[in-house]
């Protein structure tokens, strides 16, 4: 499986040394905000006016699940058609988006590259659409453009498995040694001792060492008496 873009360490370790309200940190946010932001003014909103709109942009923070999302600033590959209509505009399409991650059986890394489809209608303000619909239900058009990040980002966190696995039959780890299964020949096991019977088997051990000890010293004995 390809894997996802990961941020430099050296890069990360200084993000981590700027104080909160650093003015780069907070102008790069921005930044990267507004790459998802498509503005419509070329579109205009004659119905049946189309646009394609195919970009790179780097995957915002906090794109995921517990055990599996997005790294933060992974190449994000959208090819999109932008199409006006009555209501507002039609977004459709696709995503492929990398992902990282950890089995949730073996904890062994992941990696791979979803393509995903995207369509959603981004109603105008005082459309039919916006005034039938709750403020939950419906995509709005932001003055004269739309913000993608939350369409992409509420199709990446939907799809993602809350438990990935890295196969589909991944076997897990074995609960005695704590190795993975998959990479453990076939008739592993451990010996397991009913903890009820656990001193019991520690005085047999003890007495078959005491005793293959004495059968030892006598072997060396009986020659020198012969």
Not at 153 to 172: E, F, I, K, N, Y
Not at 205 to 224: C, F, K, M, V, Y
């Amino acid at each position: 499986m390809p894997a996802a873009s990961a941020r430099r360490s050296d890069a990360a370790s200084t993000d981590a040394r700027r104080p909160a309200g650093d003015p780069a940190a907070t102008a790069a946010e921005r930044a990267a905000a507004k790459a998802w932001k498509v503005e419509l003014r070329e579109l205009g909103r004659r119905a049946g006016s189309l646009r394609e709109w195919d970009k790179t942009l780097p995957a915002p923070g906090g794109w995921g699940v517990e055990m599996i999302g997005v790294p933060e600033g992974a190449p994000v590959e959208l090819r999109l058609r932008l199409e006006s209509v009555m209501e507002g505009v039609l977004v459709s399409g696709e995503v492929d988006v990398p992902v990282t991650g950890q089995c949730a059986r073996c904890l062994e890394p992941l990696s791979d590259t979803l393509t995903l489809d995207v369509q959603e209608l981004y109603a105008y303000e005082g459309s039919t659409t916006e005034a039938t619909s709750a403020e939950d239900e419906v995509r709005r058009i932001e003055g004269d453009a739309i913000d993608l990040a939350p369409l992409v980002r509420d199709t990446v966190v939907l799809t993602l498995p809350l438990s990935p696995t890295c196969t589909p039959d991944c076997a897990g780890l074995c609960v005695d040694c704590g190795e993975r299964l998959d990479d453990l020949p076939a008739d592993h096991s451990h010996e397991v001792i009913d903890p009820r019977f656990a001193g019991l088997a520690d005085r047999f051990a003890n007495l078959t060492d005491t005793a293959e000890g004495s059968q030892s010293g006598s072997a060396r004995t009986d020659p020198e008496e012969n």
